[in-house]
């Protein structure tokens, strides 16, 4: 029973489908709400996807102390934004062969200019190697400068090496760690 329905990620503006499993499990930075109306219930779904059997209290506390999740006020929220993205990019890594996700890519892509979608891609980039992934970051670029030319590195760096041609050749002298440190 898989039940889809629309869902906002965090500030980015963009909407796509995530498991609903009866309480409010977003993808945004606020993860679970565990008032008493859904009693974990989508803590239940997970262990019931991944044949686990994992206490919800003791798990929590652990996330906590380890300073990856934040409980307050009945929600479970990402501590740092980082571990929002990484989830995030790692869930739509693991969707990326359904049409919609395609979809959400090229959103995020066009939208770079949202810290949240800028973050997400570069996690996603680096997660996957999925070559649609690069296409529409690509293809926003093109987009947004048409006229620019790729970087040929053998030339256009040119004024680099002639930069470097005046420094001296670095030098390895071996000697002993303990008596540089004097």
Not at 65 to 87: G, P
């Amino acid at each position: 029973m898989d039940d889809r329905s629309g869902t906002s990620l965090g500030g980015s503006g963009l909407t796509f489908p995530v498991d609903q499993t009866g309480g409010q499990v977003r993808m945004g930075r606020t993860l679970i709400m565990l008032g008493p109306n859904n009693g974990g219930r989508s803590h239940r779904l997970y262990e019931q996807t991944y044949d686990l059997s994992l206490e919800l209290g003791p798990l929590l506390i652990s996330l906590n102390e380890c300073q990856i999740l934040l409980t307050a006020n009945e929600s479970v929220r990402f501590r740092h934004k980082y571990v929002y993205y990484y989830f995030v990019a790692s869930w739509i890594r693991d969707h990326i062969t359904e049409t919609e996700i395609l979809d959400i890519i090229r959103r995020l892509a066009n939208r770079l200019h949202i810290e949240d979608n800028a973050n997400i891609l570069m996690f996603l980039v680096h997660l996957s190697r999925d070559p649609v992934i690069v296409q529409e970051r690509l293809g926003r670029a093109r987009s947004l400068h048409p006229l620019a030319m790729p970087a040929k590195l053998e030339e256009d760096v040119q004024f680099l090496v002639e930069l470097a041609a005046g420094q001296p050749e670095p030098v390895f002298i071996e000697s002993d760690p303990s008596e540089n440190r004097r």
